[in-house]
């Protein structure tokens, strides 16, 4: 079931639909154009509206109630438009991958959607590019809003978004002026072809060159940064007035100051807007946040509702197939798959070894993204698990290289770091406690201590392989699989749980975890 090809004939398929059900409606006046409206609130003030982490389409489940969804998101929005036209909608980035659903679309149904909805700014997140610098540039090109970014290079450090280090949009008779952060790439795409520039030295520069071109009554910086690090930005660009960032929370919108600077962060999967009520008091402009949840209590939009709908019937029929049966449910408690062995690491690293009979098979513990509890492993099941769309191939990596790898991926345990080696074929033992570099012990292949001097075969993915995770002990091995001819992780786990037919996996001691 190749993504892509979902993809096109879902999009196409969904044209038909929205064209058959749509009525005439009139679109949102541009920020720019809201003062002429009848509201006179609008001659003197101005509203963002911010949201982040947009995965779902659809409403997500949480406490025996959903939230989210684009269809309510859009009915909260043309709310506040109508009580305010001189409103800003701003995406703050994430709205590729990191789910199913993200990995079997790429984002552009977001995209779709948030043109429908008029968004008016948009931010990048890391998992923007979960498919790669192609992708995320399509996505670009998809949309009918601006995206912006500050601190985000191409190869030859060149802004990734060609101009779009910052933006100055009037919203009413305010003028703000937003530059955009993006930082943890490292943990999405591993590639030479984009990097990440240091996120306060990029601000300085983005806020300097855009007041030096434009005026600017009031400077909003987007980012996908958490609460501390937004709060070394307000105290390191002071110029900045307001500050949105990646949610801190699934369920739960955080607003705080770092002195007179408000710090927001939304729900996460469109569960709150960030409204940011902009007013001129005695010649200072005065910046006072909330938050309107996007829950149950709101009606969805009824256009954006047949989306929501389409994709939920598109992906039941992709996504039914029956692999294998589950006998022991296939578990990642608290993301100890990012510090210890787990069935689920086992019989994923198992996969890949046994799709390409290498020596060893490889994860990383960042890469499983759900569990499989049965009774049946389905295509929907392999998807979920691995949504990353990463290629499995095969290196020929040195013992060196393997322990290497192994002291990397261990390296940030302490964090949950996404590097953590879930293998097949090896064993090894680590110390958390240890210093970073000396922690891994009794490396074993096949049962028998590893040889530094020797080469073994390694299934692995392209995402490790590129570095991904700080993990780069495999640069220096020869490729005998490269990406361009090797299977998607998702395929290499649906080949294993149809050859096997029950999926029965334990943990077996391959990883032993020392004081």
């Known amino acids: 079931m190749p993504r ?20 005439a409606q009139a679109q949102a006046a541009p920020p720019d154009q809201a003062a002429d409206a009848d509201n006179p609130r609008a001659s003197n003030s101005a509203t963002l509206l911010y949201f982040n982490d947009a995965h779902e389409i659809g409403p997500v489940l949480s406490g025996g109630q959903d939230r989210g969804g684009v269809a309510r998101l859009s009915t909260a929005i043309d709310t506040v438009r109508e009580d305010n036209p001189a409103t800003s909608v701003v995406f703050g980035g994430d709205l590729a991958g990191g789910t199913l659903f993200g990995g079997l679309y790429k984002g552009f149904p977001m ?6 909805i008029g968004v008016d700014l948009a931010n990048f997140g890391q998992h923007d590019f979960d498919f790669g610098i192609d992708n995320a540039r399509e996505l670009v090109a998809a949309s009918e809003f601006p995206w912006i970014t500050s601190n985000l290079v191409d190869a030859e450090g060149e802004p990734f978004v060609a101009g779009g280090t910052w933006e100055v949009q009037r919203i009413g008779k305010v003028r703000v002026g937003f530059i955009g952060l993006t930082d943890a790439i490292d943990t999405t795409l ?5 990097d990440e520039t240091d996120p306060v030295e990029a601000a300085r520069a983005a806020v300097a060159d855009m007041t030096a071109t434009e005026k600017v009554d ?15 930005l307000a105290q390191a660009v002071p110029e900045i007035d307001a500050i949105f960032g990646e949610e801190m929370a699934e369920y739960e919108s955080v607003i705080s100051y770092s002195g007179r600077v408000p710090l927001m962060a939304p729900e996460g999967n469109i569960g709150s807007l960030i409204r940011l009520d902009i007013t001129k008091e005695g010649g200072e402009y005065i910046v006072a946040p909330s938050v309107i949840e996007v829950d149950h209590t709101v009606t969805p939009d009824p256009i954006l509702r047949q989306l929501e709908k389409f994709y939920e019937a598109d992906m039941a029929a992709n996504l039914s197939t029956v692999l294998a049966t589950v006998q022991t449910p296939l578990l990642n408690p608290d993301n100890a798959a990012r510090r210890q062995e787990t069935a689920l690491g086992n019989w994923v690293a198992d996969a890949f070894r046994a799709y390409h009979g290498t020596q060893i098979g490889w994860m990383n513990g960042g890469g499983l993204r759900a569990e499989a509890p049965g009774p049946d492993f389905t295509t929907r099941d392999a998807y979920s698990i691995a949504p990353f769309d990463n290629k499995v191939m095969v290196v020929q990596a040195s013992g060196a290289g393997i322990v290497a790898a192994l002291e990397q991926g261990v390296g940030h345990v302490d964090i949950l770091g996404g590097g953590f080696p879930q293998v097949s074929g090896i064993s090894y033992s680590y110390s958390p406690s240890a210093a970073v570099g000396s922690r891994v012990s009794d490396v074993r292949v096949a ?9 073994y075969s390694v299934a692995v993915t392209n995402y490790v392989v590129g570095g991904g995770d700080g993990v780069a002990g495999f640069s220096g091995g020869s490729v005998l699989v490269p990406a361009s001819g090797a ?4 395929e290499a786990i649906m080949a294993h749980a149809k050859s096997l037919g029950v999926v029965d996996a334990t943990t077996e001691g391959r990883i032993t975890v020392l004081p």
């Not at 591993?190 to 984009?194: H, I, K, V």
């Not at 049962?447 to 080469?455: C, K």
Request: a negative charge; hydrophobic letters at 55%.
């Open 190 to 194: 591993a590639s030479d072809q984009l």
């Open 487 to 490: 299977p998607s992780d998702a």
């Open 218 to 232: 009031v400077v909003v910086a987007v980012t996908q940064h958490s609460m501390d690090d937004n709060r070394v």
């Open 111 to 116: 995209v779709d959607a948030f043109n429908k």
């Open 4 to 23: 892509p090809l979902i993809r096109l004939l879902s999009i196409a398929a969904l044209a038909i639909v929205l064209a058959a059900t749509a009525p």
């Open 447 to 455: 049962g028998e201590p590893i040889d530094v001097a020797s080469t």
